[in-house]
């Protein structure tokens, strides 16, 4: 019997997610020398994404056109307008950590990017295995929110107090708060804090 850290893989929802997260990241570094530009554009998307969630709940038809082309990567808790489409979520985050943390977005979003479905990944290896599914996931988001702080050079002290403050957040604060938004600000705000270049 499994407990509820353990969910279905929904390969398709995790690969749009990535390719998502990775548009996102290539947007933000193409900009990164004009913010003001990057918070017009990134304003702009969830301008689009608020007023999407808003018309599906005003319109039948729109919610049903938008389900016939999303629904097969939403949970039935989206499907069913309980809970707004993810990507909804995910440029908030974004869009916080650009406004608030420009100098380390960019490991933040990653973060998010690759580290939570990798975590969601390794949950999953453990199907009938439950009391070592939460520690695997937290594995899997360890390692390789270690190997984003690698990637773009992130100062060891941020690195590690980072990638354990993410990985908690993963592993805890996504029943209350959506980890698409909670894991970007987290990682970013807390190599902001501890990077010195960050701070200069």
Same mark, same amino acid.
Request: hydrophobic share 50%.
């Given at each position: ?5 353990? #969910?279905?893989?929904? @390969? ?22 004009? #913010?003001?530009?990057? &918070? ?26 938008? @389900? ?13 307008? =309980?809970? &707004? ?22 490991? *933040?979003?990653?973060?998010? =990017? ?7 990944? *390794? ?22 929110? &270690? ?21 908690? =957040?993963?592993?805890? =604060? ?13 990682g970013s705000a807390i190599i902001w804090a501890?990077?010195?270049? &960050?701070?200069?």
């Amino acid at each position: 019997k499994t407990n509820s850290l353990i #969910r279905p893989l929904h @390969l398709s929802r995790k690969i749009q997610h990535v390719i998502s997260g990775v548009l996102i990241m290539a947007l933000v570094h193409q900009f990164s020398s004009n #913010r003001n530009v990057l &918070c017009i554009i990134i304003f702009s998307i969830n301008l689009v994404l608020c007023a999407s969630e808003i018309l599906r709940r005003k319109s039948s038809s729109y919610n049903l056109y938008y @389900l016939k082309l999303f629904g097969g990567i939403m949970r039935k808790r989206e499907c069913d307008l =309980t809970q &707004c489409a993810p990507a909804l979520y995910f440029v908030l985050g974004a869009s916080i950590v650009v406004i608030l943390f420009p100098c380390s977005s960019l490991p *933040g979003i990653a973060f998010a =990017t690759i580290g939570d479905p990798l975590a969601a990944f *390794g949950r999953w290896t453990q199907i009938g295995n439950s009391k070592r599914a939460g520690a695997v996931g937290a594995l899997f988001m360890s390692m390789t929110c &270690c190997l984003v702080t690698f990637v773009f050079d992130v100062p060891v002290i941020a690195a590690c107090t980072s990638v354990m403050a993410v990985t908690l =957040t993963e592993s805890l =604060t996504s029943l209350w708060i959506d980890d698409n938004i909670s894991i970007p600000v987290v990682g970013s705000a807390i190599i902001w804090a501890t990077d010195d270049t &960050c701070m200069t």
